[in-house]
């Protein structure tokens, strides 16, 4: 089934960096979300992306999103301890109603 | 607002009962669906439901049931336990289908062990 696909699974950095993940998927999209899920909770929504935009940003995050190479990538910059999470790309296609999710990134900030 | 919210948090079966989780949210919302999350694979979507009266499967729907009498409610059941049933379940609700550029807000999940 469609699906985003993260890269990398895991990524560990120190505070005050930026952390790059990247979403890939297969067919074409309506929009596509990225998600935040800490330890143990639901997930959070963080920023939606249509298939018309190029760039958004919400505070110190900023997606992109190139549909010629079916991927978006996810920059969270000045990382903080709090952004330990786990991140989630998730892809909308025409005509459709549902989110299909790809299978996350693990992000560790390290203090 | 309480926003979407999941009883049990927690719950253990064995093999072969029947049980019901319950989600509820209180902004409104049409469009619900239940997720679950196994390790590894992301969240994968079991039913969802565009409005009061309308259900419909999703990409893993086999062993539950949904009903949506009211625009509230949006409860899962299964129907005989299996151990691959094993899981966290998230309920989440948006304003219209996420086709309409809407985000999802999800409930806190409950995990569910089954024996």
Redesign the interface.
Known sequence: ?Q?GEEDPQALSIQEGENATMNCSYKTSI??L?W?RQNS??????LI?I?SNEREKHSGRLRVTLDTSKKSSSLLITASRAADTASY?C?T?????????????TRLTIIP | NAGVTQTPKFQVLKTGQSMTLQCAQDMNHEYMSWYRQDPGMGLRLIHYSVGAGITDQGEVPNGYNVSRSTTEDFPLRLLSAAPSQTSVYFCASSYSGAGGHNEQFFGPGTRLTVL
Do not use: D, W
């Open positions: 089934s699906q309506n929009n979300q998600y143990g909770r639901g997930l959070v929504h939606l249509r989630f998730a909308v296609l025409f005509g459709n109603e549902k989110l299909t999710f790809g299978t996350g």
